[in-house]
């Protein structure tokens, strides 16, 4: 019998090597006191229970600005900032408490439910929190006494680790405490970096009030290095708290060992699962190295690159090619690789004595067409031959004159090829030939 439901059997499939690379590591996941109120925050708790059944390790860590506020204003206790950070005196302070406290107990509730029929059903979450956070005290700064603001001084690795291990989510709450047994009010971004640097999480997210880092234009950027994030940063006065705070946060905590963090929109129901569980996502990621990049191909890429050329050679637009002969040639192939999919390929074969090359082989993934990726590599393989001391690149194609024309090919005749490459032209395939000099 047909499925109803293709589109899903596509995505469940193609979730089984996100999940199988997820378990056992470690997450750490910021989200603000206003997601916990948001209407959509129970469907983000299912989420977090769905990665915690998959073997997913979580540490949360929740900020409470919004909630404190309001127990301020409630209190008349006006509220006190210098650069960005809330100068926390004793009577604030116990408005604090009070916030994040009441924040705790709600997320611990959801994450208790186990209602027939929701998606918590069966679930046995245990939740872990305590004082797995050692403060000091920021002190006086540019002539400010912050009071009972503070900063992360040390993280309790062992106890989260051991809570963990128990398959225990922890949850860290925007408040830390000193030796002496004061307690200091902490940012909750910095919570989070500094506890994903110490538990050296596989992922840090926060999830914010904004679907991500937009540039000059208007687009969301996808994907940055960590060095690209610090010059958006250093450049832009137009980057707004929201997204600007956090993303400087996911830039300490890359260069302090977290492999990637992400910036997700709160407000997106499954933008969590989305981000993790498929290639493209849905926010902004920064990473230590690129997300997507060119490179050689390897005799691992061989069944990446099959998948990748097969219902091309059935359409008839490629030459079949064995993995026989993939695993003879790979040393001539350079792949586009995208979070370890192979998304694209093409081949150099060079004929050294002629100072010629052959161009073979490009192909793109349905899913990644018309974002110039063919273009990018097409670039990649020209530079190589040009490295190689080739001089003219040719290609035979059936289907692509004109990208191939656009991109400086000029039409040309089978006698023009190698005498070899000759011999081996295949007349009912009836290919045009294109050569450009490089």
């Not at 209407?39 to 949360?60: I, Q």
């Not at 679930?123 to 009071?147: F, M, W």
């Not at 994907?223 to 830039?251: F, G, K, M, N, Y």
């Not at 289907?399 to 032209?425: C, K, N, S």
Request: glycine content about 8%.
């Amino acid at each position: 019998m047909p499925s109803d439901n293709p589109s899903f059997i596509h995505w469940f499939r193609n979730s089984a090597p996100y999940i199988n690379a997820f378990r056992n590591r470690t997450f750490v996941i910021s989200f603000s006191g206003d997601a916990i109120e948001g209407e959509g925050f129970p469907h983000m708790v299912h989420d977090l229970a769905l990665l915690n059944s998959l073997g997913v390790r979580l540490v949360l860590v929740y900020g409470a600005r919004s909630r404190i506020e309001r127990t301020l204003n409630r209190q008349n206790i006006d509220s006190r900032y210098h650069q960005g950070l809330r100068i926390t005196d004793s009577s604030a302070l116990e408005c604090i408490k009070q916030a994040v406290g009441s924040l705790r107990l709600e997320i611990e509730a959801l994450f208790s439910m186990a209602l027939p029929n929701s998606p918590m059903a069966g679930a046995d979450i245990r939740i872990s929190s305590g004082n797995h956070i050692t403060a000091q005290p920021l002190g006086v700064r540019d002539g400010i006494d912050y009071h009972h603001t503070g900063e992360v001084r040390r993280i309790d690795t062992a106890a989260i680790s051991a809570q963990l291990d128990s398959g225990n989510i922890v949850l860290l709450p925007p408040l830390g405490y000193s030796p002496t047994g004061e307690i200091f009010n902490l940012h909750a971004e910095q919570v989070a970096c500094s506890a994903g640097q110490a538990v050296a999480a596989e992922k840090l997210i926060y999830l914010i009030e904004a679907p991500g880092l937009y540039d000059t234009r208007g687009e969301l950027v996808r994907e940055l290095t960590v060095t690209e994030a610090e010059q958006q940063l250093a450049d832009r006065d137009d980057i707004p708290a929201v997204v600007a705070d956090p993303l400087a946060s996911a830039i300490g905590a890359c260069r302090g060992g977290v492999h990637r963090a992400h910036l997700l929109d709160s407000r997106v129901d499954g933008a969590l699962l989305q981000e993790l569980f498929t290639r493209d996502g849905t926010g902004t990621l920064v990473a230590t190295e690129r997300f997507e990049g060119i490179r050689p191909a390897s005799i691992e890429d061989v069944g990446g690159i099959l998948e990748l050329i097969t219902p091309l050679e059935q359409a008839g637009i490629l030459v079949h090619r064995s993995r026989e002969w993939l695993e003879m040639e790979i040393d001539h192939f350079s792949v586009v690789e995208r979070d370890g999919a192979i998304i694209a390929c093409a081949a150099l074969h060079p004929f050294p004595g002629e100072k010629v090359a052959e161009l073979a082989g490009l192909a793109v993934h349905p899913d990644y067409r018309g974002e110039q990726r063919g273009g990018r590599l097409l670039e990649f393989i020209e530079q190589q031959a040009r490295q190689q001391g080739i001089e003219r690149l040719f290609v035979l194609t059936t289907h692509t004159p004109h990208w191939f024309r656009e991109r400086g090919y000029q039409t040309a005749e089978i006698g023009d090829l190698p005498v070899t490459r000759q011999a081996m032209y295949n007349y009912q395939r009836n290919s045009r030939v294109f050569i450009k000099s490089l």
